[in-house]
């Protein structure tokens, strides 16, 4: 498959060696060879990794039909937009995204398609105010994309209430590197926090089979995976919609460890209500589930998790927390919202001290954002935004402080890495991530010896040498397994 882009929040990704195809090219290109035409479509994708997997399915939709991935807009038949919508942020990213795009369609003429979040949530508006979109898909709907652009008559909106789910079945297109792979094993969610609109624009929870998921990973390997990013809404919640008794997390986790070729597993969003006991002792005992949680708290103070409906309380976070430090190496990373309606002074010192004690390897702030459709939005005391910015800087400052004490204690300690290839900073390093390092948000290991022969998707064992305030540097030890990405 020759290299071609896509773009990903803004950022091209190369996809000709990095990006693999779960359809083949003699398949995927068979439409298009047989009609002597060859149709070209350009994405833009904005969000988080599980809107990523959307389009990912969308591209293996759209493959099937006989497009081909281009890195220019101008150079494509379809321009696709997918969009986010959970914060005003990331509205007005999308909102400029679709406009840049429109331009663009001004003088080339090809088709605009809007998908994703943005359009689930404002549909009725956007048809009224972008007459130049000329589909808006839902994320209920994203898998029809190849038949709605093929149909002369398929209507402009296409927006329902989301009930699909994207099992191994699904034809989807690799944008990560050939190494490392989202995993999505649930989509929508059940709970009702009081600041969040994910429900109303992924509907209600929906676990997929173990055996769906056993079965994609399978693949996977096969074409050369080796890491696996675990998603959902809701990750600890994982099968109780099924109501069967039996699918679980870690059920599911006792499955995916027993496939040869796959290294690591790491848990991504996870709801800290339900985080089992047995969860904790899988993460502590097997080696292929990375010692790496990603566990969304939004606040300690009993107060206002009652406030948000978080199913929580400060006493249950820190018997938690305890409980996953005691794991020797785990990473721990989280994310607060500072500012939600309610929020008082006393309130933020004690989720400030509580950072503070915990010392979070990793650790993101949101500015309460005031979303239409939540209750949140219609409660009283409601907190200026000059205070919101305050507290950010505030907790933000204290992490920096804690992130900095957290890498200084990796100097001298051994591990392993996936390597990533040059670095994107300068080409004398080689970039690689180890089991605390999730793709895309948690910095990088640079190699700066022992690097000859070191290819990437290699799993290198390393000693680090020196830190910096989210990045270490180390040198390599040994070449532990030799990247399958040139046997695909």
């Known amino acids: 498959m020759e290299a071609r882009t896509w773009s990903q929040g803004g950022r091209f990704v190369e996809t000709g060696e990095l990006v693999m195809a779960l359809i083949r090219p003699e ?17 833009v994708s904005l969000g988080c990794p599980k809107n990523l997997v959307d389009g990912e399915v969308m591209l293996g939709t759209l493959s099937k039909e006989g497009y081909r991935v281009v890195g220019s807009p101008e150079d494509s038949d379809v321009i696709v ?6 914060v005003d942020e990331a509205k007005e990213e999308s909102i400029e995204s679709i406009l840049e795009m429109a331009s663009v369609k001004a003088d080339g003429g090809q ?18 105010e972008m007459p130049e979109v000329d589909l808006f898909i839902g994320t209920g709907e994203y898998q029809r994309i190849g038949e709605l652009l093929e149909s002369e008559e398929a209507p402009r909106v296409a927006v329902g209430r989301p009930y699909y789910v994207a099992d191994h079945d699904a034809p989807r297109v690799l944008s990560t590197p050939g190494y490392t792979s989202y995993v999505r094993i649930a989509e929508g969610c059940s709970q009702r926090c009081t600041f969040c609109i994910i429900p109303r624009l992924r509907g209600k929870a929906r676990s ?13 390997v096969n074409a050369g995976v080796v890491e696996f990013n675990l998603i959902a809404q809701d990750l600890t919640h994982y099968g109780d919609d099924l109501k069967d008794g039996q699918t679980n997390l870690a059920a599911l986790l006792r499955e995916l460890v027993k496939i040869e070729g796959a290294h690591w597993f790491r848990l991504m969003y996870c709801y800290p ?10 993460i502590r005992t097997e080696d292929k589930v990375c010692s790496y949680v990603d566990i969304p708290l939004q606040h300690v103070d009993d107060r206002m998790l009652a406030r948000m409906q978080r199913r929580t309380t400060e006493e249950i976070t820190r018997d ?17 919202i500072v500012g939600h309606p309610g929020e ?30 939540t209750k949140s939005a219609r409660m009283e005391e409601q907190v200026p935004e000059d205070v919101k910015e305050e507290r950010y800087h505030r907790l933000m400052t204290l992490q920096q402080e804690i992130s900095r004490e957290r890498m200084e204690a990796l100097h001298g300690q051994e591990f ?3 390597v990533e290839g040059l670095s994107d900073e300068t080409d004398l390093l080689i970039q690689s991530r180890h089991y605390g390092q999730a793709p895309d948000i948690d910095g990088y290991t640079y190699l700066n010896e022992g690097v000859e022969g070191v290819e990437k998707g290699d799993i290198c064992r390393v000693e680090v040498v020196d830190t910096g305030d989210y990045d270490v540097v180390a040198r390599v030890l040994e070449r532990v397994r030799p990247s399958r990405l040139a046997q695909g």
């Open 27 to 43: 398949q995927v290109f068979k439409k298009s060879r047989e009609a002597g035409t060859e149709k070209k479509v350009h994405f």
């Open 81 to 86: 937009v997918n969009t986010c919508s959970f």
């Open 111 to 128: 088709k605009l398609v809007v998908s994703g979040c943005l359009s689930q949530r404002y549909s009725d508006q956007l048809t009224e």
């Open 208 to 220: 997929r089979a173990i055996a769906s998921v056993v079965e994609e990973v399978r693949e996977l």
């Open 273 to 282: 209500h339900n985080f089992t006991d047995e969860l904790v002792d899988l």
């Open 320 to 336: 938690l927390m305890k409980n996953l430090r005691s794991i020797p190496g785990m990473v721990l990373r989280t994310t607060f």
């Open 344 to 373: 008082t002074d006393e309130s933020f010192e004690k989720l400030y001290q509580f950072v503070k004690e915990v010392k979070f390897d990793r650790m993101g702030v949101f500015r309460y954002s005031q979303e239409e459709q």
């Open 416 to 418: 392993e890495v996936v």
